[in-house]
């Protein structure tokens, strides 16, 4: 009886344990499952569940983009559906602080990391954004789920001094299909707002994308038989490539502070080239340090003719601002192209030229120091567009975007390597040789017409004189007195790097 009495008892603590070590198990599965269960609604919400973790962002961006793995399915124990986790493969970029969440909705777990800002409004957008992608996501996605799918939202950022920009990376697997799609978002920081990001380059920034990577490839494959006697740069030259510029071949693309990141596909691998700003800067619609082009260009009548009188070799403390004063008064606008030095002349100059920029006057480069760029070296000539881009940059915070060639001259390196259209003229006023205020005027009311861009110089009081005199005469002659830009606007030119401008019907 004894014996049989411990037996038994033997039994049922065998069999006791292994219910505990069951029930552990079981409990232990359903938290897990329970864990997993929130809406994106909580996303923000404070005291959520969901699992929360900032991630400094020191990823390599060399990795190459790989589908997300699937996770060992966590069943929870009392149901026969599997349940996958989400899990993060690739690392991207990030400039800061990454917020990772992890949730599960309507069939799909996901995981989400999204960038968090210093700035409160930039913090509150970029969660606005990220909450209205992963909602659009999580219902596209629980609609066409027939078992369970995994959502993997990541992403890559850059900034400049006025753009924020994040391209997001949107990895999803349902019913075993693997899929990956891309989000850009911009944002002004100057401005303190969103940036539509297929609208931010023109059309002419992706041509010139699609020759730097033409030209790369083209490098690429003739680097390895230049011993066969090929001559590397002919092919070069010749090679047309496979892209053609269109917006859709370069749509993802991050703005850092050395330039912009284009990727690209080729031989089914996925590349990047970074291209400067100084040579996007003219097809910019907001520059990379915020400033709204569009801003800049006045309401005008296009059916009505139009005039750019534009100044030369300023900024000048005495004469310039008499000018802005005579624009302002007849509700005008000019050009100023200026050079690096003598902005650079002294605190005067330098307010002076504030003035100009903050009165909506146009500022405009002369190149740094007046040299004939025809008869300079390429280095020579990025010298003297350079440092008058830095010289305006200092003051205004903002680059100029047209040039005009000292004494009108260029040759094909300078229109190469000055980045900018060259604005040149059609109607010289001649003050520089008359120096008479009235033979000035004459001289331009006998010559307008509609489109002229006029050659003046603010450095003389005559000028300045005539302007007086001229701008009324002109507008009452039915001209409207307009920047370059607002002229090229109106027009409709669309401005080319490297191409030479007489006036707005060339
Ligand atoms: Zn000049």
């Given at each position: 009886?004894?014996?049989?009495?411990?037996?038994?008892?033997?039994?049922?603590?065998?069999?006791?344990?292994?219910?505990?070590?069951?029930?552990?198990?079981?409990?232990?599965?359903?938290?897990?499952?329970?864990?997993?269960?929130?809406?994106?609604?909580?996303?923000?919400?404070?005291?959520?569940?969901?699992?929360?973790?900032?991630?400094?962002?020191?990823?390599?961006?060399?990795?190459?983009?790989?589908p997300?793995?699937?996770?060992?399915?966590?069943?929870?124990?009392?149901?026969?559906?599997?349940?996958?986790?989400?899990?993060?493969?690739?690392?991207?970029?990030?400039?800061?602080?990454?917020?990772?969440?992890?949730?599960?909705?309507?069939?799909?777990?996901?995981?989400?990391?999204?960038?968090?800002?210093?700035?409160?409004?930039?913090?509150?957008?970029?969660?606005?954004?990220?909450?209205?992608?992963?909602?659009?996501?999580?219902?596209?996605?629980?609609?066409d789920a027939g078992?369970?799918g995994?959502?993997?939202?990541?992403?890559?950022?850059?900034?400049?001094?006025?753009?924020?920009?994040?391209?997001?990376?949107?990895?999803w697997e349902i019913d075993g299909v693997k899929e990956?799609?891309?989000?850009?978002?911009?944002?002004?920081?100057?401005?303190?707002?969103?940036?539509?990001?297929?609208?931010?380059?023109?059309?002419?920034?992706?041509?010139?994308?699609?020759?730097?990577?033409?030209?790369?490839?083209?490098?690429?494959?003739?680097?390895?038989?230049?011993?066969?006697?090929?001559?590397?740069?002919?092919?070069?030259?010749?090679?047309?490539?496979?892209?053609?510029?269109?917006?859709?071949?370069?749509?993802?693309?991050?703005?850092?502070?050395?330039?912009?990141?284009?990727?690209?596909?080729?031989?089914?691998?996925?590349?990047?080239?970074?291209?400067?700003?100084?040579?996007?800067?003219?097809?910019?619609?907001?520059?990379?340090?915020?400033?709204?082009?569009?801003?800049?260009?006045?309401?005008?009548?296009?059916?009505?003719?139009?005039?750019?009188?534009?100044?030369?070799?300023?900024?000048?403390?005495?004469?310039?601002?008499?000018?802005?004063?005579?624009?302002?008064?007849?509700?005008?606008?000019?050009?100023?192209?200026?050079?690096?030095?003598?902005?650079?002349?002294?605190?005067?100059?330098?307010?002076?030229?504030?003035?100009?920029?903050?009165?909506?006057?146009?500022?405009?480069?002369?190149?740094?120091?007046?040299?004939?760029?025809?008869?300079?070296?390429?280095?020579?000539?990025?010298?003297?567009?350079?440092?008058?881009?830095?010289?305006?940059?200092?003051?205004?915070?903002?680059?100029?975007?047209?040039?005009?060639?000292?004494?009108?001259?260029?040759?094909?390196?300078?229109?190469?390597?000055?980045?900018?259209?060259?604005?040149?003229?059609?109607?010289?006023?001649?003050?520089?040789?008359?120096?008479?205020?009235?033979?000035?005027?004459?001289?331009?009311?006998?010559?307008?017409?509609?489109?002229?861009?006029?050659?003046?110089?603010?450095?003389?009081?005559?000028?300045?004189?005539?302007?007086?005199?001229?701008?009324?005469?002109?507008?009452?002659?039915?001209?409207?007195?307009?920047?370059?830009?607002?002229?090229?606007?109106?027009?409709?030119?669309?401005?080319?790097?490297?191409?030479?401008?007489?006036?707005?019907?060339?």
């Amino acid at each position: 009886m004894k014996r049989k009495k411990k037996r038994l008892s033997t039994l049922v603590r065998v069999l006791l344990c292994s219910w505990c070590v069951l029930g552990l198990v079981l409990a232990f599965f359903v938290i897990d499952w329970a864990m997993n269960l929130q809406g994106p609604e909580e996303l923000a919400g404070s005291g959520s569940v969901d699992t929360l973790a900032k991630v400094t962002g020191e990823a390599d961006p060399t990795r190459p983009v790989t589908p997300t793995e699937v996770p060992e399915a966590t069943a929870p124990a009392a149901t026969t559906v599997p349940m996958p986790k989400a899990e993060f493969v690739t690392e991207y970029a990030h400039m800061g602080e990454a917020v990772e969440r992890y949730g599960y909705m309507d069939k799909v777990t996901y995981g989400l990391r999204y960038p968090h800002r210093e700035d409160a409004a930039e913090e509150s957008e970029a969660d606005r954004i990220v909450q209205e992608l992963l909602s659009e996501k999580l219902a596209e996605f629980s609609k066409d789920a027939g078992e369970l799918g995994i959502l993997l939202i990541d992403y890559e950022d850059g900034e400049t001094t006025g753009l924020y920009s994040v391209l997001f990376y949107v990895e999803w697997e349902i019913d075993g299909v693997k899929e990956t799609e891309t989000r850009l978002w911009l944002y002004n920081k100057k401005k303190g707002e969103t940036v539509d990001g297929t609208e931010l380059f023109a059309d002419r920034a992706y041509t010139y994308v699609a020759q730097q990577v033409n030209r790369l490839l083209a490098e690429e494959a003739t680097s390895g038989t230049s011993e066969e006697g090929i001559d590397n740069k002919t092919l070069v030259q010749k090679s047309e490539g496979p892209f053609s510029g269109t917006r859709e071949e370069f749509a993802e693309y991050v703005l850092t502070a050395d330039g912009a990141k284009f990727y690209y596909e080729t031989d089914g691998k996925r590349q990047s080239i970074v291209i400067p700003y100084i040579a996007l800067h003219t097809y910019m619609a907001v520059t990379e340090n915020g400033t709204v082009v569009a801003d800049s260009i006045r309401e005008l009548d296009p059916d009505k003719p139009m005039i750019a009188l534009t100044f030369d070799d300023g900024p000048n403390d005495k004469q310039t601002p008499r000018l802005l004063e005579i624009l302002e008064k007849n509700n005008a606008r000019a050009t100023f192209f200026v050079l690096g030095d003598r902005v650079l002349w002294g605190p005067a100059n330098k307010n002076t030229l504030k003035m100009v920029y903050e009165s909506g006057n146009e500022v405009a480069s002369h190149t740094y120091s007046h040299k004939k760029l025809k008869e300079l070296s390429v280095e020579g000539i990025t010298e003297e567009i350079v440092k008058a881009r830095d010289a305006v940059y200092s003051v205004i915070g903002e680059y100029p975007t047209l040039i005009r060639p000292p004494y009108g001259g260029y040759n094909d390196l300078v229109k190469e390597y000055s980045y900018a259209p060259l604005i040149t003229w059609n109607l010289d006023s001649e003050d520089w040789k008359s120096r008479d205020a009235q033979k000035v005027v004459d001289q331009v009311l006998k010559e307008a017409r509609d489109g002229n861009i006029v050659l003046m110089h603010d450095i003389h009081w005559f000028t300045v004189d005539a302007a007086e005199v001229l701008i009324p005469a002109l507008m009452e002659r039915g001209y409207q007195i307009v920047t370059v830009q607002e002229l090229f606007h109106y027009k409709n030119v669309e401005l080319e790097n490297g191409r030479v401008y007489h006036s707005s019907y060339n």
